[in-house]
């Protein structure tokens, strides 16, 4: 008898030390679409009436992590810098803020070292598992004010 209430009162302190299932659900809906690794597809800069347009699909790969509150991203051309005339390396990183779809980075590692201590607002938009960040880049005092737009994939790799 003594054996069956240790085992009753046991099994409801281990039940009560449980979220309940409504506060499960409200962790699960919370989750920020954000997190995880994207792959750069195509990037559009618009800067005073000029527009260029790079596909990053071809001759160069960039990825950028996004976790609960930094983001990273890395650029390399796929030729391992062998051509010196498309050799490149970017790498970046830094904490950010989501409010609703307004999405802040504030860069803080970048290679181009004039660029850290900014930071840059973008509006973002996730449809299935494509990434869209689009927004002013604006640096007084490098001369820097252009309109960004990229696209991204989410990968699994």
């Not at 302190?13 to 979220?19: A, G, R, Y």
């Not at 309940?20 to 989750?31: E, W």
Request: with cysteine; aromatic share 10%; proline share 2%.
């Amino acid at each position: 008898m003594k054996a069956k209430l240790i085992y009753i009162l046991l099994a409801t302190v281990l039940f009560s030390c449980q979220p309940p299932a409504s506060s499960l659900k409200s962790k699960k809906a919370t989750v920020n679409p954000l997190i995880g690794t994207w792959e750069l597809q195509k990037g559009t800069i618009i800067k005073g009436g000029d527009t260029t347009v790079t596909d990053y699909t071809k001759g160069q790969r960039l990825i950028k992590i996004i976790n609960e509150s930094h983001f990273a991203f890395l650029r390399h051309d796929l030729e391992q810098g062998k051509d010196s005339s498309t050799a490149v390396f970017v790498a970046g990183g830094g904490s950010y803020q989501l409010e609703g779809d307004v999405y802040t980075e504030h860069l803080q590692f970048l290679n181009y070292r004039e660029w850290e201590g900014n930071d840059f607002e973008f509006t973002v938009k996730i449809d299935g598992d494509t990434l869209i960040q689009e927004g002013i880049e604006k640096i007084e005092g490098l001369g820097v004010e252009q309109y960004n737009i990229e696209r991204y994939l989410r990968t699994t790799e």
